[in-house]
């Protein structure tokens, strides 16, 4: 036991028997939490700005869910700020090998506003793909009838949430909070809540199976709704392992920073899920884009007049029609310049001859 009066030798957890506490080089997750949130975090950004450019430059049809999509977006970013910041103050460390001292009852704050943070962004996705079915299968009542009482269900129960979660924020912050029953059950209210969020995955990745597969597409188009699909099953395996792990660890106060790395996973790969419907219309327009370049330059290179060349139907011949050698026409090939200002000028004919 540390000494009474050392309060910076207290451990925020008693460590398990025959373990020490080490507060100098102690194993930590710290480095893969940086790791995960730098490469699907950056990953979910790319896909969510190449939607978004779609949708406003090329289709000119930006909706609800495109918001929504971007809100998810938004919540992600900011759990993975939130993240960076408790990393400095021990978190993804063992709470044996972190001073209590440091601790600090605003610290304990930030930690537990990421559960609202991750919720924020997890309703926000949901609410995205739901609009999104509403958007491509409008005509189908009975289908809309299921998208509404999901959409309505994920909305009271984040509703119902919240609350909690604030309350949970207020009151545990300190060391002795974990005598107050909504601090101490916090662990069954994580594996209540995935649970949850598990089921809910699979209701909307289920939803629209009957009428993707009943559609009069190209197999290539439906072999493309499939990895659409296979990226949200991704993120539903991923909250299946975090309910897996909760639950394994239930009576243990020390698996955040674990649980934090699967949501971390789930929140990207669903705002990616969400988005992948809008990207075909952009690499179609690129490959356009990149054929029409590579034309260009084949033509550019192996031309002698590169005047004449055009790309994307504007000739280069225009660009360069403030020189007035180019104002008189193309040259007939095999005679360069100076023997086209040898050639007499039609005019001089027509000025004397008068009319016929």
Not at 9 to 19: D, Q, R, Y
Not at 46 to 56: K, L, P, Q, T
Not at 166 to 172: G, L, N, Q, V
Not at 327 to 349: C, F, H, I, K, M
């Amino acid at each position: 036991m540390p000494d009474e009066m050392n309060y910076s030798a207290w451990p925020a957890l008693a460590p398990p028997p025959g373990v020490l506490s080490n507060f100098t080089d102690p194993k930590t997750l710290s480095t893969s939490l940086v790791t995960d949130n730098a490469i699907f975090l950056s990953l979910m950004l790319i896909v969510v700005g190449i939607r978004h450019y779609s949708r406003a430059f090329l289709s000119h049809a930006v909706g609800w869910d495109d918001y929504m999509c971007l809100l998810a977006a938004l919540c992600s970013a900011a759990h993975t700020f939130m993240t960076l910041c408790i990393i400095q103050y021990g978190y993804g460390r063992h709470l044996w090998d972190i001073r209590a001292i440091t601790l600090l009852p605003s610290r304990l704050k930030q930690m537990g506003s990421m559960g609202i943070i991750g919720s924020a962004s997890t309703l926000s996705i949901k609410i995205s793909i739901f609009l999104l079915y509403l958007r491509l299968f409008r005509v189908n009542q009975r289908f809309r009838y299921w998208v509404h009482s999901g959409m309505l269900f994920y909305i009271l129960y984040t509703a119902t949430y919240w609350p909690f979660q604030t309350a949970s924020i207020i009151e545990c912050n300190t060391p002795q909070s974990l005598n107050i029953a909504i601090c101490a059950n916090s662990d069954i209210t994580t594996v209540v809540i995935t649970a949850i969020n598990v089921v809910t995955d699979f209701y909307v990745l289920a939803l629209p199976i009957g009428i993707v597969g009943r559609l009069n597409v190209k197999r290539t188009k439906k072999l493309g709704l499939r990895a659409v699909f296979l990226c949200g099953l991704i993120a539903s395996l991923a909250n299946v392992a975090k309910l897996i792990y909760a639950t394994l660890h239930l009576n243990d106060q020390d698996s955040a920073a674990l649980t934090t790395e699967f949501a971390i996973v789930e929140m990207n790969l669903g705002t990616i899920a969400a988005s992948m419907p809008a990207l075909p219309q952009f690499f179609a327009k690129a490959r356009i884009f990149h054929a029409s370049t590579y034309s260009f330059l084949h033509r550019l290179l192996n031309r002698r007049d590169p005047s004449s060349l055009s790309w994307f139907g504007q000739s280069s011949k225009n660009l360069a029609s403030g020189y007035p050698e180019r104002q008189r026409g193309p040259a007939v090939r095999g005679e360069n310049q100076t023997e086209l200002q040898s050639l007499p000028d039609v005019r001089a004919y027509s000025d004397t001859r008068g009319p016929t």
